[in-house]
């Protein structure tokens, strides 16, 4: 079981807008330390999809944003694409663990 | 761009040591930030290993502490893992990755392709 509970699953059509929640405790995410996002392609290494919260590094689509509020993080991702067919994971620093990840959730496009 | 390559046998015996070397290219790990170990599993997620400074300090997931060393090589910009006493347990794609700190918070900016190892006899 992981330190950051992910939806281990999410769907939704072409055009809409999906969320993925991450949710942690007072010893991580609510220290309060930052959270991250990462997009994992089948068969690929993750990539950094969002960084401190809601930052975008260059070339990652504003349709991807992040949000963080007390113990919790979300990952919104709004005009849903094919391509956008993938396992995201949210990744935090926990105070008696070190550097811990989400289980992961997968987005699928309906 | 940065570029880091893992590398490594593709078949260690059980209680045997798995060692990994992640070569880095375009960009020189004397310059900074630090640099990580993170595996997956077959069909599960990211763990965290460990990692390294340029300047050698380490930090080692609890979990693994007592079998992980972790150690950096700047003349050849490279750095490595070596894991002793594997089970089947340890089978996993191991990704090198380099981290940015923003002290105390940190992400995983640049990953290596991942290098799939098994434990098996």
């Known amino acids: 079981q992981s330190v950051l509970a992910q939806p281990p699953s999410v769907s939704g059509a072409p055009g809409q807008r999906v969320t993925i929640s991450c949710t942690g405790s007072?010893?991580?995410?609510?220290?309060?330390?930052?959270v991250h996002w990462y997009q994992q392609l089948p068969g690929t290494a993750p990539k950094l999809l969002i960084y401190r919260n809601s930052n975008r590094p260059s070339g990652v689509p504003d349709r991807f944003s992040g949000s963080k509020s007390g113990t919790s993080a979300s990952l919104d991702i709004t005009g849903l694409q094919a391509e956008d067919e993938a396992d995201y994971y949210c990744?935090?620093?926990?105070?008696?663990?070190?550097?811990?990840f989400g289980g992961g959730t997968k987005l699928i496009v309906l | 761009q940065v570029q880091l390559q893992a590398s490594g046998p593709g078949l260690v015996k059980p209680s045997e040591t798995l060692s990994l070397t992640c070569a880095v290219s375009?960009?020189?790990?004397?310059?900074?930030?630090?640099w990580d170990w993170i595996r997956q599993p077959p069909g599960k997620g990211l763990d965290w290993i460990g990692s390294i400074h340029h300047s050698g300090r380490t930090y080692y997931n609890p979990s693994l502490k007592s079998r992980l060393t972790i150690s950096v090589d700047t003349s050849k910009n490279q750095f490595s893992l070596k894991l002793t006493s594997v089970t089947a347990a340890d089978t996993a794609v191991y990704y090198c990755?380099?981290?940015?700190?923003?002290?105390?918070?940190?992400?995983?900016?640049?990953w290596g392709q991942g290098t799939l190892v098994i434990v098996s006899s």
């Open positions: 990744h935090s620093y926990d105070t008696s663990l070190s550097w811990v």
């Open positions: 007072s010893s991580n995410i609510g220290a309060p330390y930052d």
């Open positions: 990755a380099r981290r940015r700190d923003y002290g105390g918070n940190s992400d995983f900016d640049y």
């Open positions: 375009a960009y020189s790990i004397s310059s900074g930030y630090y």
